[in-house]
C-alpha cells in the first residue's frame, strides 16, 4: 500500500505568525501531518532536537537582511547535514536575493523559496518534493524499496505515484506527482482487458476524457493528459487539496451554507446541461471543493450526451449509486437533465439534515424508496426548506424543476459564500 500519513516536519524561525502560517497549511492539506515548530536554536540543541526523531524535511526561516543571523541559520543546515546526510532542509528566504539563493544551496540546503513570494501550493509542493526525496534516499540507504513502488504495482512515464486515493472494481485512483507540470494531480488508472465487461470500462473511461476535455468552465475539473499503455488507460487531472462535499458534510451545515451550495451546484449542472451533458452520478464524493469553496465536478465515467441513443439504461444494469440515484435510472427509463436535479435534491436534504433520506439492508431496497416512498420531510428548524426539497425529490420528472435555470431562478439572489 502507498504511504497515506502525513509528513514529519521542523519548522524553524522566530517568526511565530508565519510559522503558524505555515502549520496551517500543512495541517490542512495533510491532517495526519507531526509538526513541531521552534525558535531557531544553536547547533548542538538542533541536532539533540533531531535526533530524538528524524523529521522527513525541515524548514528554516532566514532573514537575509540581518547577515549574523543567516549566516548562523546557514551554518545550522550544515551541521545538521553532518549527522543526517538524507536530511531534506528548505530554506524559507525573507529580504533574500539571488546571491542569498546561491549561500543557502552552498551550504546544503535542498530548496530556496522566497517568504514573499510563498503561496499554499507552492509550499505544500516543495514539501512533497522534499518527502518523496528523504524517504527514496532513506529507502536506498536501506537497500529495501519504496513503499509506494511496492504498493500500487502501477507505472505511468511522466509520473511519480505518491499515494492511493480510491479503487473500485472500474478503476483506481492515485495521487502523483507531475514532472512535466511540476504539480501534483490526479491520475485516474483503468486496467485494459477483453471481457465485455472490461472493454465496457474503457468505453465509459474514454468517454469519461472526451466529456471533461470538451469543457473549458471553472466548474468543471481541468483535464491534462490522456494516454494508454499496453496494460492500463489513464487519465491525469486536477487535483484539490480541499476535499469534497463528502468530508465537508463529516461537520453540520447551516441553512444558508447548504443554499449557497445547492445554488452552487446547480450552476455548475447548468454548464454542463448547456453542453448537453448528463452526469448521471451526482454525489457529494464527486463534487469537489476549491479553496474559495466554490465546488467542481468530477467523475464523467457514467455521464452521458443528452441526445446520445442511450438515454435510457438497460434492463438488469443500474449504474451510479443507490443512496443518490433517481426513480427513473433505478427503473432503467429515460433520463434528462431532471435525473441530476433529483440526485441534488438528495444531497440538499444531506446537508440540511447530516443523513441521506433513505436507508437499507441492500442498494435495491435503498432504490425502490427513491421510487416509492414520500418525499422526507424536514425538521422544524429547515421547514422553510421543504417546498424546494418536495420540486427538487419529486419522483415524477414532470413535477420537479425543468432545468437548472428554473431552480436558480426559484432561489434568488445570490447567497453569501462560506469560507
Known amino acids: 500500500m502507498a504511504d497515506t500519513t502525513g509528513p514529519s516536519l521542523l519548522m524553524m524561525g522566530g517568526d511565530t505568525k508565519r510559522l503558524q502560517w505555515l502549520t496551517h497549511h500543512v495541517t490542512s492539506h495533510w491532517p495526519n501531518a507531526q509538526v513541531i515548530t521552534a525558535p531557531t536554536a544553536e547547533s548542538e540543541a538542533l ?69 514573499a513570494r510563498v503561496t ?123 476535499g469534497d462535499l463528502r468530508d465537508r458534510l463529516r461537520n453540520p451545515l447551516s441553512v444558508d451554507e447548504s443554499l449557497y451550495y445547492l445554488r452552487a451546484i446547480a450552476e455548475a449542472l447548468r454548464v454542463i446541461h448547456v453542453f448537453g451533458i448528463l452526469h448521471r452520478d451526482l454525489k457529494p464524493a464527486n463534487v469537489m471543493l476549491r479553496e474559495d469553496n466554490s465546488p467542481v465536478l468530477i467523475d464523467f465515467g457514467l455521464a452521458r450526451r443528452s441526445l446520445d441513443d442511450a438515454g435510457t439504461t438497460a434492463i438488469g444494469q443500474v449504474l451510479g449509486s443507490p443512496y443518490y440515484i433517481s426513480p427513473e435510472q433505478s427503473q432503467g427509463q429515460r433520463v434528462d437533465a431532471r435525473t441530476d436535479l433529483y440526485s441534488l435534491g438528495v444531497i440538499f436534504y444531506e446537508m440540511l439534515t447530516g443523513q441521506r433520506p433513505y436507508a437499507g439492508r441492500t442498494a435495491l431496497e435503498i432504490m425502490q424508496q427513491h421510487s416509492t416512498a414520500a418525499v422526507p420531510i424536514l425538521p ?40
Open 47 to 115: 541536532t539533540r532536537l533531531i535526533s530524538e526523531r528524524v523529521p522527513d524535511a525541515v524548514l528554516l526561516q532566514a532573514d537575509f537582511a540581518d547577515e549574523p543571523a543567516a549566516g548562523a541559520a546557514l551554518r545550522h543546515i550544515a551541521h545538521m547535514l553532518l549527522t543526517q546526510p538524507t536530511l531534506h532542509c528548505i530554506v524559507l528566504a525573507e529580504n533574500g536575493s539571488e546571491m542569498a539563493a546561491v549561500q543557502a544551496l552552498k551550504s546544503g540546503a535542498r530548496d530556496y523559496l522566497p517568504l
Open 120 to 242: 499554499r501550493d507552492l509550499l505544500l509542493t516543495a514539501i512533497t518534493e522534499a518527502v518523496e526525496k528523504r524517504r527514496a534516499a532513506a529507502h536506498a540507504t536501506s537497500g529495501m524499496p519504496p513503499a509506494e513502488a511496492e504498493g500500487s504495482g502501477v507505472e505511468v512515464p511522466g509520473y511519480t505515484i505518491l499515494k492511493d486515493i480510491a479503487a473500485s472494481n472500474f478503476s483506481e485512483v492515485f495521487l502523483a506527482r507531475s514532472e512535466r507540470l511540476r504539480r501534483n494531480v490526479v491520475l485516474k488508472v483503468m486496467n485494459r482487458g477483453e471481457s465485455q465487461r472490461e472493454l465496457d470500462d474503457a468505453e465509459r473511461f474514454q468517454r469519461e476524457y472526451e466529456i471533461i476535455s470538451s469543457i473549458t468552465h471553472r466548474a468543471i475539473a481541468e483535464i491534462y493528459d490522456f494516454g494508454s499503455r499496453t496494460r492500463h488507460l489513464y487519465l491525469a487531472m486536477e487535483y484539490f487539496p480541499c
Open 380 to 419: 422544524p428548524t429547515t421547514a422553510a426548506q421543504q417546498p424546494l426539497l418536495d420540486r427538487l425529490m419529486a419522483k415524477r420528472q414532470n413535477a420537479r424543476y425543468a432545468s437548472a435555470d428554473e431552480l436558480l431562478a426559484d432561489l434568488g439572489p445570490v447567497v453569501a459564500a462560506v469560507a
